[in-house]
C-alpha cells in the first residue's frame, strides 16, 4: 500500500547526541515536510523540501538539520543544539510545490524523548 | 502571518449526540484541511476543504471562505471519534499549512 513510513516509533537520545529520524513515502509526492508537535499544541513546520536537493526552513528550524538526497526520502536529524528535544515528530508529504494547493498526508510519527 | 482559532477548546459528548466544531482564519486561504488525531498520534485527513461542502459518512465539513471561517459536523458520536481534531490553513503567500491548537472530542459510551 502506498503511504507514509516514519521510524522507529519511540526514540530515546542522550544529552549531547544527535539522532536521526527517518520518512519515507512511496507516493511519488513531491514535497515533504517536518512538524514537531508539544503536548496540548498544534504542529509546527520545522523544514520542507519541494524537490530533490532542496530544502527550506520553516518556523522552528534551530537545532535541526534535513537532507533530500532521494525524491523518496526526507530525514531529520535533531542536533545536540537542540536544548528541547522531547516531542512528538510528525512527517508530511504532497504532491506538487508548497503552493499548488495540495492536500498533505502525514506519517505516524516519532516520539523522542531525552535520557 | 495568518492566524487560526479553534472552538471549543473541549467537547465532552454522549455518544449518539452531533456536535460542531468551528474554525476561524484571519487571512484568505488556499488550502484548508481537517484533522483527526486518535490517541495514538495519528493525524487522520478528514477533510480538504478550501471552499464549499463535503460529506463523509456521519461527518461534514462546510468552508465559507468569504467570512473566512470552516465548520465541521459530527453527527450521531461514536467513542471512536474521540481525540483532538485540527484545522490546518494555507495562505496563497505562503502555501504553509499553519494549525489550530486544536479541539478535544470525548465521546462517553
Known amino acids: 500500500d502506498g503511504g507514509i513510513t516514519q521510524s522507529p516509533k519511540y526514540l530515546f537520545r542522550k544529552e549531547g547526541q544527535n539522532v536521526t529520524l527517518s520518512c519515507e513515502q512511496n507516493?511519488?509526492?513531491?514535497?515533504m515536510y517536518w512538524y514537531r508537535q508539544d503536548p496540548g499544541q498544534g504542529l509546527r513546520l520545522i523544514y520542507y523540501?519541494?524537490?530533490?536537493?532542496?530544502?527550506q526552513k520553516g518556523d522552528i528550524a534551530e537545532g535541526y538539520s534535513v537532507s533530500r538526497e532521494k525524491k523518496e526520502s526526507f530525514p531529520l536529524t535533531v542536533t545536540s543544539a537542540q536544548k528541547n528535544p522531547t516531542a512528538f515528530y510528525l512527517c508530511?508529504?504532497?504532491?506538487?510545490?508548497?503552493?499548488?494547493?495540495?492536500?498533505?498526508?502525514f506519517g505516524d510519527g516519532t516520539r523522542l524523548s531525552i535520557l | 502571518g495568518i492566524q487560526v482559532e479553534q472552538s471549543p477548546p473541549d467537547l465532552i459528548l454522549q455518544e449518539g449526540a452531533n456536535s460542531t466544531l468551528r474554525c476561524n482564519f484571519s487571512?484568505?486561504?488556499?488550502?484548508l484541511q481537517w484533522f483527526h488525531q486518535n490517541p495514538w498520534g495519528q493525524l487522520i485527513n478528514l477533510f480538504y476543504i478550501p471552499s464549499g461542502t463535503k460529506q463523509n459518512g456521519r461527518l461534514s465539513a462546510t468552508t465559507v471562505a468569504t467570512e473566512r471561517y470552516s465548520l465541521l459536523y459530527i453527527s450521531s458520536s461514536q467513542t471512536t471519534d474521540s481525540g483532538v481534531y485540527f484545522c490546518?490553513?494555507?495562505?496563497?503567500?505562503?502555501?504553509?499549512?499553519?494549525f489550530g491548537q486544536g479541539t478535544t472530542l470525548q465521546v462517553k459510551p
Open positions: 523540501s519541494q524537490i530533490v536537493n532542496d530544502f
Open positions: 508530511a508529504s504532497s504532491t506538487g510545490t508548497l503552493n499548488s494547493n495540495q492536500p498533505q498526508h
Open positions: 507516493l511519488n509526492h513531491d514535497a
Open positions: 487571512d484568505s486561504v488556499n488550502n
Open positions: 490546518a490553513v494555507a495562505s496563497s503567500n505562503t502555501g504553509k499549512l499553519i
